[in-house]
């Protein structure tokens, strides 16, 4: 559900909704920041993880995530939630900073879908399978992680995974091609999840995707998120 923007003139109050550990969050602060819009953020986990940590549901966020899930993005009486759909409503709504997504059409179309590659494919190795084992349940959860189904992802799920990623950078500079878009930005907000769980990737096995990393941390828009 889609609230209303305010159509009134001044200010305009944005907020980000959701905990920096996450990529999908990381994902929309890094938009933000290559648009070069200010924001809040208040820290807060997914309405699943609240209810299982005995946690209370805030009434602002419950209204801008009607799914639970973050993050959620709120400007002024706006709110939206999904971070392909917040990231898509900035660029077309703010045009300060960096473009997000190309204009050439072949480009545009190739950004997407390397997004939308990041947000339903790597998820489901990275982040469904370890991520969430490795940080959430270990460390927020304080349960034991599923090492076996960890071990099986890292060993026989990932590698052709990150295969893929690493031949399609192959005479590229960004995965749309010469201009950074957001799908760099799905990518590799994955991938530091991955890095976050201890995974180091072989610079022999995957240089192109190693060499991407290294570059893209150095944005000024990353450096913000790699330092939490």
């Known amino acids: 559900m889609l609230n209303q923007?305010?159509?009134?003139?001044?200010?305009q109050k944005v907020i980000i909704w959701g905990t920096s550990a996450s990529p999908y969050v990381r994902k929309v602060m890094v938009a933000l920041a290559e648009k070069n819009i200010s924001y809040e953020q208040?820290?807060?986990?997914?309405?699943?993880?609240?209810k299982a940590t005995g946690q209370p549901i805030p009434a602002d966020f419950d209204a801008a995530s009607p799914l639970g899930k973050?993050?959620?993005?709120?400007?002024?009486d706006f709110t939206l939630s999904d971070s392909a759909v917040i990231a898509a409503y900035l660029d077309k709504k703010f045009t300060s900073g960096?473009?997000?997504?190309?204009?050439?059409?072949?480009?545009?179309?190739?950004?997407l879908w390397f997004e939308h590659y990041a947000d339903n494919i790597l998820t489901e190795v990275i982040y469904k399978k370890i991520f969430l084992e490795c940080i959430v349940k270990a460390k927020i959860l304080n349960q034991e992680p599923n090492h076996n189904l960890v071990k099986?992802?890292?060993?026989?799920?990932?590698?052709?995974?990150?295969?893929?990623l690493n031949k399609s950078l192959e005479g590229k500079e960004w995965f749309a091609g010469n201009h950074f878009s957001m799908a760099d930005v799905a990518i590799s907000t994955q991938l530091l999840a991955l890095m976050m769980t201890e995974y180091e990737m072989d610079h022999k096995e995957?240089?192109?995707?190693?060499?991407?990393?290294k570059k893209i941390i150095e944005r000024p828009s990353f450096k913000k998120i790699v330092a939490r």
């Open 152 to 164: 099986e992802a890292k060993n026989i799920e990932l590698p052709p995974v990150l295969d893929y």
């Open 70 to 76: 973050i993050p959620a993005l709120q400007i002024n």
């Open 42 to 50: 208040k820290e807060i986990l997914p309405k699943i993880l609240l």
């Open 98 to 111: 960096n473009k997000l997504y190309p204009t050439d059409p072949e480009e545009y179309a190739i950004a």
């Open 206 to 213: 995957w240089p192109n995707l190693n060499n991407f990393l």
């Open 5 to 11: 923007v305010n159509k009134e003139n001044g200010p």
